[in-house]
């Protein structure tokens, strides 16, 4: 909800607009390419990014501005049919960052 009487009620939508471009769907090399905060929801384990929650201490991916984690859906139907055009890698635990974005990317055409 937004407060009625809130002076730039539109800010909203310009930062959760930002957080879609930028978590939604990051570009490789952006500071969003493996999560949302070193440290929070990824890190750097044995030199490498990783997500994986087991490995990383006060873990969360927990987002308490959001409704939920960001999604563009057109993006989401374009992964599945990659999916199922075989263009993209099985998602599992050994991919190399762990995280299943890193894998998309490297796949894409």
Request: proline share 8%; charged share 25%.
């Given at each position: ?67 939920g ?29 762990g995280?299943?974005m ?8």
């Open positions: 909800m937004i407060n009625k009487d809130a002076k730039h009620p539109e800010a909203i939508f310009l930062y959760y607009n930002y957080l879609l471009d930028n978590l939604a769907n990051p570009a490789a090399g952006s500071e969003y390419e493996y999560g949302f905060a070193k440290g929070y929801d990824w890190d750097i384990i044995d030199g490498q990014p990783t997500s994986d929650k087991e490995k990383i201490k006060d873990f969360s991916n927990e987002f308490l501005f959001l409704t984690p960001a999604r563009i859906p057109d993006l989401y139907m374009k992964t599945l049919v990659k999916l199922a055009n075989c263009r993209l890698m099985p998602l599992t635990n050994s991919s190399p960052t995280n299943p890193a894998v998309i990317r490297s796949r894409k055409k």
